[in-house]
């Protein structure tokens, strides 16, 4: 071998085997053996302006040891650039057989123990160095080396460990001790991982490999993230747990398989421990789903009556919560009932009546207030906010509704399926009205039931003419006929 390289056969050979390598290097798309062969192309460059430099070097004028030097330059560079160049190939075929990527630490090590095995010879021959002799007169330096830089070593050999076992690899999220983030580099030394706050952590490898390590994304498989809640030793757990699962639901970033999961976890002396799970393809989205969570399920159980722990002032703010569930003024909200025109008919004393029946339901941005499809037996007045209804497989908005405009008349009114489905675009309070209420009215109104009917068909054809992008006034008589016998027949009324 070192009778080939003092030759002159190398610089052909390391001038084709260059042409070579970089055709290869600009055609493959294999980004990892793009980058090893632009190293194994530096180094056989490196070697031809060597070799170049010593054939020209006038023998008389240039001192023995510039000579040597250039000499043991070229052998050394041509030598690293072959190794290079062979580890290279050997790891493409390599990934060729196995996904897995390699890791650079890995290939680090073999081309550095390579380059330790092919540096001796050349040295030993063209300096004539001892180096057992030398091996053995700095064994007490190694000795001093390896204890000042114990800490360094045990990084590196744990960092081998760590990319041999491969329990994560840049670009997943995972969780190690306290810290959480995506693992943005992984070195000799370190891995770095950047966390939710966008700061970049550095972790010792040494530190890594004796902590426990949860992997979040790996293989890329969704991942369950969990959100505890207290609510009131009085609410029926069945009735909780249906709450969890269908606000769980309507959080568009929550995958639907596996479906989410709720349960009874416990209990203490203020209230009962719940705990919804669910599962998302993209763990960077947790903090923002616990957060959407935790707002919706707020809407959700104040709506549905059941208290979130209050520590030790539940039951004084249970009687305050009693004597101002409304949430609003009575003046406020017989000022809404008046402008609703379904109400029209009716006096003063009625619309005091009516205001005492009332409901007040607060909705958060995004959730939904009524679903295309479903049975509706409530309506709503919005007192304060803004909702969007919206219709069709494609959910295209119909309409927006502010204060004083009314939702779910039509199928509480008539038994039928809700026609569009009705989201809250920003925080919203609605007044909610229910059937028996209804009831009431026209068993003491003999005439609101076809008057409303001619309210509800001329409504409905203005809805239709918005989603259709369609004007026109036509003639409202036979659906308000349609309308009223359907409203007779729900509410079993049997005068006019």
């Given amino acids: 071998m070192l009778n080939f390289l003092e030759g002159y056969l190398p610089l052909l050979a390391g001038s084709i085997l260059t042409v070579l390598l970089l055709g290869i290097q600009r055609s493959t798309r294999d980004p990892d053996l793009r980058d090893d062969l632009r190293g194994a192309v530096r180094m056989l460059l490196a070697f031809l302006v060597l070799r170049l430099a010593s054939h020209f070097l006038p023998e008389a004028s240039t001192p023995e040891g510039l000579r040597k030097?250039?000499?043991?330059?070229?052998?050394?560079?041509?030598?690293?650039?072959?190794?290079?160049?062979?580890?290279?190939?050997?790891?493409?075929?390599?990934?060729?057989?196995?996904?897995?990527?390699?890791p650079k630490i890995l290939r680090d090590v073999i081309d550095f123990t390579l380059y330790a095995l092919a540096t001796v010879p050349i040295l030993q021959s063209q300096l004539n160095l001892d180096l057992a002799g030398l091996v053995a007169s700095t064994a007490v330096?190694?000795?001093?080396?390896?204890?000042?830089?114990?800490?360094?070593?045990?990084?590196?050999?744990?960092?081998?460990?760590l990319q041999l076992d491969r329990p994560f690899e840049v670009g997943d999220f995972i969780r190690i001790g306290e810290h959480t983030g995506r693992?943005?580099?992984?070195?000799?030394?370190?891995?770095?991982?950047?966390?939710?706050?966008?700061?970049?952590?550095?972790?010792?490898?040494?530190?890594?490999?004796?902590?426990?390590?949860?992997?979040?994304?790996?293989?890329?498989?969704?991942?369950?993230?969990?959100v505890q809640v207290g609510v009131s030793l009085d609410a029926p757990p069945n009735q909780v747990k249906q709450a969890l699962l269908e606000v769980a639901r309507e959080?568009?970033?929550?995958?639907?398989?596996?479906?989410?999961?709720?349960?009874?976890?416990?209990?203490?002396?203020?209230?009962?421990?719940?705990?919804?799970r669910v599962f998302l393809n993209d763990f960077a989205l947790s903090d923002s789903v616990k957060e959407e969570l935790h707002t919706r399920l707020w809407y959700r159980l104040r709506r549905e009556g059941m208290e979130l722990p209050h520590a030790q002032r539940t039951v004084t703010l249970r009687r305050e919560t009693k004597?101002?569930?409304?949430?609003?003024?009575?003046?406020?909200?017989r000022d809404l009932l008046r402008q609703v025109d379904l109400f029209t008919p009716l006096g003063p004393e009625e619309l005091e009546r009516l205001q005492c029946e009332v409901?007040?339901?607060?909705?958060?941005?995004?959730?939904?207030?009524?679903?295309?499809?479903d049975e509706g037996g409530t309506f709503y007045v919005v007192a304060s906010g803004e909702v969007s209804v919206r219709a069709g497989t494609l959910q295209?908005?119909?309409?927006?509704?502010?204060?004083?405009?009314?939702?779910?008349?039509?199928s509480l009114l008539t038994g039928e399926p809700r026609a569009a489905t009705v989201v809250a675009l920003q925080d919203s309070v609605l007044l909610e009205l229910d059937r028996p209420t209804f009831a009431r009215l026209f068993s003491?109104?003999?005439?609101?039931?076809?008057?409303?009917?001619?309210?509800?068909?001329?409504?409905?054809?203005?809805?239709?003419?918005?989603?259709?992008?369609?004007?026109?006034?036509?003639?409202?008589?036979?659906?308000?006929?349609?309308?009223?016998?359907?409203?007779?027949?729900?509410?079993?009324?049997?005068?006019?």
């Fill in 323 to 333: 004597q101002r569930r409304r949430e609003l003024a009575d003046e406020t909200v």
């Fill in 396 to 410: 295209s908005e119909i309409t927006r509704l502010g204060p004083g405009q009314y939702i779910g008349e039509m």
């Fill in 183 to 226: 693992v943005v580099h992984i070195g000799w030394r370190s891995i770095r991982i950047a966390n939710f706050r966008r700061e970049v952590i550095t972790l010792p490898n040494s530190m890594v490999g004796k902590e426990h390590v949860k992997n979040f994304t790996q293989h890329r498989e969704p991942v369950g993230i969990e």
């Fill in 69 to 102: 030097f250039v000499g043991v330059g070229w052998m050394l560079t041509f030598a690293y650039g072959v190794i290079r160049a062979a580890v290279a190939f050997a790891l493409k075929l390599v990934r060729m057989r196995s996904p897995v990527t390699t």
């Fill in 251 to 276: 959080i568009p970033q929550v995958l639907v398989q596996p479906p989410p999961l709720a349960r009874t976890v416990g209990f203490t002396e203020s209230n009962t421990q719940y705990m919804v």
């Fill in 141 to 161: 330096l190694t000795v001093v080396i390896g204890l000042a830089l114990q800490e360094t070593l045990g990084n590196l050999f744990a960092g081998l460990s």
């Fill in 444 to 496: 003491d109104y003999p005439g609101l039931a076809r008057q409303l009917s001619a309210l509800l068909a001329q409504r409905r054809t203005q809805l239709r003419a918005v989603a259709q992008a369609a004007g026109g006034g036509p003639d409202h008589s036979p659906e308000a006929g349609r309308i009223l016998g359907r409203l007779r027949s729900l509410f079993g009324l049997t005068h006019e």
């Fill in 359 to 373: 409901v007040v339901r607060r909705f958060g941005r995004n959730e939904r207030i009524i679903q295309e499809g």
